[in-house]
């Protein structure tokens, strides 16, 4: 079986911005679910991963990652396959209806 080469994930600059108003306990949930879900097939829709409907999403991402408890926490990202690269450039908080950006509800 021939493995899967694998993407470089890349955080945007504005994501520290965005993970410090998540409590601490979930930063290594973030980082850990980040790498095992957007490593190998970052482009490929499952339950939790998926293309957004309404395009651009938040910062310009085109696809999200729904994880954590109860699904709670998002992470909106943009996948270049020619170069294989994985952008992070959000990561927020779902409150019900409600998607909180760095402490702040972002309405798109």
Known sequence: MRRRAKYTVVYARDIYE???????RYHRLIK???????NITPDRQTRNRKPLEEL?????STWELRFGPNNRFRVFYEVAAENRTVWILAIGIKDKNRLLIAGEEFIP
Do not use: A, V, Y
Request: proline share 11%.
């Open 18 to 24: 965005h993970i410090d108003t998540i409590g601490r």
């Open 32 to 38: 850990k679910t980040i790498e095992e879900q957007l």
């Open 56 to 60: 651009p999403g938040p910062f310009g």
